[in-house]
């Protein structure tokens, strides 16, 4: 069973930078999985801010975050990144990693229900 696990979430002042991580475990084929960040503010519905290929290949990100955040992974070390700066207020909420089996095609997920697994979110906190 893939397990993923976020770190490095925590609370920063607008303008700042931050990464959280996403660590896969249980397998030996994360480099399979297309990788997935998604955000969950209070009161909204969860939505996409950035995807990954299996391979690194290609990404793709949403309106509000391309530019200022970047998708990376690491497939030696079964670990995903998401590197966030200039964060805004509006950034502020829970953060969540997520995979989709993809086998050999090597393009990003974007449909929320298409990933399988997800991990238990980290908090992102951006005070004005």
């Known amino acids: 069973q893939l397990r993923l696990v976020e770190s490095g979430g925590g609370l920063v002042q607008a303008g700042a930078s931050l990464r959280i991580s996403c660590t896969a475990s249980g397998l030996i084929t994360f480099n399979t999985y297309a990788m997935g960040w998604f955000r969950q503010a209070p009161g909204k519905e969860r939505e996409f801010v950035a995807g990954?290929?299996?391979?690194?290949?290609?990404?793709n990100y949403s309106v509000s975050t391309e530019g200022r955040f970047t998708i990376s992974r690491d497939n030696s070390e079964n670990t995903m990144y998401l590197q966030m700066d200039s964060l805004k207020p509006e950034d502020t909420a829970v953060y969540y990693c997520a995979a989709a089996r993809t086998g050999i095609w090597n393009g990003v997920v974007v449909n929320l229900n298409a990933y399988a697994y997800w991990g238990q979110g980290t908090q992102v906190t951006v005070s004005s």
């Open positions: 990954i290929s299996r391979s690194a290949a290609r990404t």
